[in-house]
């Protein structure tokens, strides 16, 4: 049974081949308004979570499928004490496929090992985040055109931030190239990223605490929020949470065609007055992660038949 729980579950040709479906789907959304008819899907949340569940649900009805679901811990039998791969037996008896987000790093692999349906990883504490990097990754090839030759900035919290740690993976199997991890001393990106997945690569990369200096160099901009809620302390929390705000005047190096990526949720990270800026693409970013959704749906139902 095939499940989503790395980004590099997927190849880069299986990639390829879903930006193709989810393009064909933005030209053609008509033609797969009814591939997913009698099919449910169940959103189990152990996390709060605006866009990536809702837009899992939206990518479902608009395949013309069912949704059904938690969005909180409390209401669901986990409550209680129920274990994860308890969960997932349960849920195989319901939908066709999962979509879980958990706090605990490894919970949707358990539940991947205990489940008879496909399970997709929607976020595993500050682990991975594979569905925002297929949003990420249509995102950079309709804006860029491709994935070779790029210089892509990561800013903010890029210890606990999990959409850092699945895109650099991501990025790291294609050629040319070239990292700039921009953080302040506490949160630089975790040692077994750099070394599994920079250095395993021979990907060249730079870490610098100063946003401005880099910035003529960059293609790409990713900005992250500082994840309070993995925070040990509400104090370090404060004082780190507004290291880097991007806003117009710190864009006046920036390459004319930059592409300003961000998640989102944005709490302070990037001024309002970007979003009006033609490089602004984090908006862009959640609608391309409904089709991405779509095109995951697509395939994982797909080969589970099979
Ligand atoms: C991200 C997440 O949950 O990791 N949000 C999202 O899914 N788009 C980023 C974040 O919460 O900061």
Not at 167 to 180: D, E, H, P, Q, T
Request: with cysteine; hydrophobic share 40%.
């Amino acid at each position: 049974m095939k499940s989503l729980i790395d980004i590099i579950d997927l190849t880069p040709q299986e990639i390829d081949q879903m930006i193709e479906t989810a393009c064909d789907i933005i030209d053609n959304p008509k033609k797969y308004s009814e591939k997913c008819k009698g099919k449910k899907l169940a959103t189990l949340f152990f996390e709060p979570s605006t866009r990536t569940r809702l837009s899992f649900e939206a990518a479902m009805y608009e395949l013309g499928g069912n949704v059904i679901g938690f969005s909180e811990a409390n209401s669901s039998s986990a409550a209680k004490g129920e274990s994860v791969a308890d969960t997932a037996k349960t849920i195989s008896c319901y939908a066709d496929i999962i979509a879980m987000r958990h706090p605990k790093e490894g919970a949707p692999f358990v539940a991947s090992k205990n489940a008879s349906i496909p399970v997709i990883n929607a976020g595993d504490g500050g682990h991975n985040h594979p569905t925002q990097t297929l949003a990420d990754l249509l995102t950079i090839y309709r804006e860029k055109g491709g994935f070779n030759n790029l210089t892509i900035g990561f800013c903010g919290d890029l210890k606990f931030g999990r959409t850092v740690h699945s895109l650099i993976n991501a990025m790291a199997r294609y050629s040319g190239i070239k990292v700039v991890l921009i953080s302040p001393e506490e949160l630089k990106v975790p040692s077994y990223v750099k070394k599994n997945v920079l250095k395993a690569n021979d990907i060249p990369y730079i870490q610098t605490t100063n946003l401005e200096e880099v910035m003529p160099q960059l293609d790409v901009l990713y900005m992250t929020r500082v994840q309070r809620e993995r925070f040990f302390n509400e104090e370090d929390y404060l004082r780190l949470k507004d290291s880097y705000i991007l806003d117009l005047p710190k864009l006046a190096n920036a390459k004319e065609d930059l592409c300003i990526m961000h998640p989102l949720p944005r709490v302070n990270e990037i001024s309002v007055a970007v979003d009006d800026d033609p490089r602004a693409c984090y908006f862009k970013q959640v609608l391309n992660g409904k089709y991405m959704r779509m095109a995951l749906i697509l395939k994982l139902l797909e080969e589970a038949e099979k």
